[in-house]
């Protein structure tokens, strides 16, 4: 493929950095455009890493998967008393998103990565398509590849009738150094993927790699997710409002939240969670929620442009895939270019492989949702529970 053909990548986190050094390694010259004024430093917290994540670390620059991220050969479920209700042998990665966004990054340059380019919306003809930033600039390519993101608004142009739905439940989020929890709680969550329910919410908890990326037991963080209902008037819009009336969605960042609901979830979490993990809640200094969404779309193509990552698909996190899902779409891109010389004809042949995953994925998530946060009866490490991106196996 000649490296005149351009590609034009909205959205530089972990998506469409992948993207973009798979579509680079084709031969095409790729651009990526980020909103942020600045490289994305320290955003985020703790991710499952799957296979279909990792891929380009592991097949194209040679790291040990061990380097970049902390693992694990237990899944635990503990009782309210502390003692383990369930155990299974599951060997699992984790990271932290900025982890693998500082290696994607380093690896992709920075000559081409673009900060602080807002993309508001794009035309296309037969041949090339323009898309057009908010501070008034634009720039033209054969291939746009949407990776903004839950909020995409290359999908509100594309597919104006696909709308999130709240799932009527939001993630408590943080993280705390090993060193920082009382030492009986840090060798307690550290070996395995701690998991405690009760009515109407679980919490599951695992070790990350520190923010130096140290992975060495003793020096890494401990990382919580407890989702949690609100319901979706008041309640929600209540929690996602900062101090000076501001509305986040879908994340609201660490610091943002008010004092009243973070005391309240501290006690919460003193009253119904094993003291380990409610250890691992309340020692962590800012925590963050993130509101879960579900979306579904049903078309990823058209003609030169694409939705990849989660400006497609919005899915619950149970099965920690997302990030696998947005690398999934981008190794297919990549196969369907190299296969055919037309760039709307390879989006074509690359559509309906991913949609299934999207839809796969989106289906059991909403019912691991349903049975944990609705119905009380995700209690046991069921196969449908295992972190993968696809139904056949990890
Ligand atoms: C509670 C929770 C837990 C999760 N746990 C896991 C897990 O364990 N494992 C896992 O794999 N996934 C997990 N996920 C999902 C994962 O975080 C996402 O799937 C993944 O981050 C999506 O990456 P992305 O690059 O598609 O989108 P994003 O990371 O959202 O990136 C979008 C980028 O586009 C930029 N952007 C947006 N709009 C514009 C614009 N108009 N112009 C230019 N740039 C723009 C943004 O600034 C951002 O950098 C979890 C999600 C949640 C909510």
């Given at each position: 493929m000649?490296?005149?053909?351009?590609?034009?990548?909205?959205?530089?986190?972990?998506?469409?950095?992948?993207v973009g050094l798979l579509l680079r390694d084709l031969g095409y010259a790729?651009?990526?455009?980020?909103?942020?004024?600045?490289?994305?430093?320290?955003?985020?917290?703790?991710?499952?890493?799957?296979?279909?994540?990792?891929?380009?670390?592991?097949?194209?620059?040679?790291?040990?998967i061990d380097d970049v991220s902390t693992s694990t050969d237990t899944i635990r479920y503990l009782n309210r008393d502390g003692t383990v209700a369930h155990e299974r042998q599951v060997r699992y990665h984790y990271t932290s998103w900025f982890t693998v966004y500082g290696r994607l990054l380093e690896e992709f340059g920075s000559d081409h990565y673009r900060v602080g380019m807002e993309a508001v919306g794009f035309d296309q003809t037969d041949d090339t398509v323009r898309i057009d930033f908010a501070?008034?600039?634009?720039?033209?390519?054969?291939?746009?590849?949407?990776?903004?993101?839950?909020?995409?608004?290359?999908?509100?142009?594309?597919l104006p009738e696909a709308e999130r739905r709240y799932s009527g439940y939001v993630a408590w989020r943080g993280m705390v150094p090993e060193e920082a929890l009382p030492r009986?709680?840090?060798?307690?969550?550290?070996?395995?993927?701690?998991?405690?329910?009760?009515a109407n919410s679980h919490i599951l908890v695992y070790p990350i790699p520190a923010p130096d990326g140290s992975v060495v037991p003793g020096h890494r963080l401990i990382n919580t997710v407890w989702y949690r209902n609100y319901d979706e008037g008041g309640d929600l819009a209540e929690l996602m409002t900062d101090d000076r009336g501001v509305r986040h969605d879908p994340t609201l960042p660490p610091g943002a939240a008010r004092a009243v609901h973070v005391e309240e979830m501290r006690a919460h979490a003193r009253a119904r969670l094993p003291k380990v993990v409610a250890d691992a809640v309340t020692y962590c200094d800012d925590p963050f929620v993130q509101a879960v969404y579900d979306l579904?779309?049903?078309?990823?193509?058209?003609?030169?442009?694409?939705?990849?990552?989660?400006a497609a698909f919005i899915m619950r996190p149970h099965a920690a895939a997302g990030t696998?899902?947005?690398?999934?779409?981008?190794?297919?891109?990549?196969?369907?270019?190299?296969a055919s010389p037309s760039i709307p004809e390879a989006l074509r042949a690359w559509e309906p492989g991913q949609l299934k995953i999207g839809r796969d994925l989106t289906a059991r998530t909403q019912r691991l949702g349903r049975a944990s946060q609705v119905e009380g009866t995700?209690?046991?490490?069921?196969?449908?529970?295992?972190?993968?991106?696809?139904?056949?196996?990890p």
């Open positions: 000649p490296s005149t053909t351009r590609v034009a990548i909205v959205g530089g986190s972990l998506a469409g950095l992948t790729v651009t990526v455009y980020e909103r942020s004024a600045h490289k994305l430093e320290q955003r985020g917290a703790g991710l499952g890493f799957l296979p279909d994540a990792a891929r380009y670390l592991v097949e194209r620059c040679g790291v040990d501070d008034g600039t634009s720039t033209d390519a054969e291939l746009l590849v949407c990776a903004d993101g839950v909020n995409s608004v290359f999908r509100r142009q594309l009986v709680t840090a060798a307690a969550l550290g070996d395995a993927i701690t998991y405690a329910f009760y579904e779309v049903d078309r990823m193509a058209f003609g030169r442009v694409c939705l990849l990552g989660d696998a899902k947005a690398g999934a779409d981008a190794w297919a891109l990549a196969d369907a270019l190299a995700w209690n046991t490490p069921t196969d449908d529970s295992l972190f993968r991106l696809r139904d056949e196996g």
